[in-house]
């Protein structure tokens, strides 16, 4: 009978090599728990067959399988996007939102908007620790379209949630600057280009006139804050000029950014979505140049996209960002409130009805949305259990973002999502950074304060 | 130039014969935290206090 059973089950877990593209180094994975080492080229034979790594691993490898399946499978909801209102003052090329409700969609009225963020706040209440907030973002469309309504709920529940915003920048007068930082708010901006000409090509009004300025303005504003971020959406249009980008970021101080690839979602995107390997090499220029700015300066600009790679890379649970594991956070560590009421697993699926998992207010509220068929199909999304994923030595680096793009644009759950080659780049790059010492340059200060360390090895 | 670097090339491999090289360290570091993330690819909360 034991006979029979496969060398892997009787030696315990085994380790997989990967090349990272590194003079040195190359690594080796255990993606059943996200295991991973860097080790000698030259010594890689040998190390997978057994030794002293091989050794020191398999007395941990259970409880790392534990602490990734809990992570995956055991959070309960502690953040919620809210979207206050279907209309937007822009009509971005690559939004996952339908144009016809961000032209002529409807708000969420004042008093919906307290109601659901009471009916919200119970609910975290009943399955988050005391003492613990949870986070509420007001998202797009344009959460600021409505902003007496947004204002008057920051207000009202300043003392049970922590709240964010993700605005385009445009309405941010300097009361809106003020409200928002006296009780501070964190703020996500939007810029996709380091001159209009080039935020223009995919940001602009209805009527097609620059925000460009406007936005800058509004960065001059949160000058100084503490917290506050500018995401880039990497397009065909703005590619070349990634590194320009982080130099202006850089030079008005913005301490966050990301550069996003764009979500294909909705067709629209896809015409501007760049190949992979494009992707990659103005991605790593810009990572690159961000780098060399701190170095120059001593100043950080963080790419939090990046970051969370490496961090999910050096500390699994520590992920900032929920987009980069399978199950995503979707529907379980997250959920989205659209401006009629009704809850999805993320803002990504509001332009798709088959997710709309329920009304907050309705009999039911969010225990219902989190059992619906909506969330389970996100939630299910596993990228143990579909090809070529599960054979992926980064899998759960990575966990193949995002289900609503895989959806609409490849065709289903079971499919990888539209940058696959461009993660395991980033993933390489990622771990040429650990190799050479320099992954901290690349992260938040303190980025790991009440951390533990489980497991550092020298050998 | 190039000629120099031949050289240096040369003479390194030839050390290398004569004395083979340290195994660089293996580096495997793991962390963990009770897990609190709730960002996306369209917005990353920073609970940094304010600094005005």
Redesign the interface.
Known sequence: MTAALPSRALAGPALIPVDIGHP??AAVTDPDTA??????K??LAE?VAGGP?LD??RE?AGA?GQ?LH??RFG?KP??V?LNPTERCNLDCTYCYLPGKQRSGGQHMPAETLIASLGRLRDYFRSVMPEG?KP?A?F??AEPLMNQAAVFAAINEFADDF?F?V?TNGTLLNDAAVDFL??R?V?I?LSLDGPVAGITDATRRTWGGKSVHGKVLAAMDKLK??????V?TTCTTENLPHLTSMVELFHAHEV??C?L??L?CTLPGARGVKPADGEMAKAFFAALDRSHALYRESGRKLVV??FA?ILIGI??????????DISP???GR??FALAADGSLYP???FIGLPRFNGGSLLSEGGVEAALASEAFKTVIGRDVDKFSPCGDCAIRHFCGS??PAEAHEMNGGMEKIGAFCDFYKEQVNYALRL??DGKADDYLWDGW?E?????????? | MTRTVQTQTQTQAQANIQQPQAAAPTIAVRKSCNPDGIGLSHYVLMDKKAAK
């Open positions: 040195v180094y295991f991973w080492a860097l080790v000698d030259t010594r190390t790594l020191a691993y941990q790392f602490e809990a992570l959070l502690s953040g996007y613990r986070r973002i998202h797009g922590a964010g993700q930082t006296s501070n964190s996500g100084g804050y503490g917290s506050w971020s995401i301490p966050t990301m996003n690839t979500r939090a996209n969370n050096l500390a699994p649970t520590a992920r900032r960002l929920m987009c995503c956070g979707g560590a997250f993320c803002s990504e973002p995002c650990i190799a790991d009440g951390t533990e360390t489980l497991f550092d090895l020298s050998l």
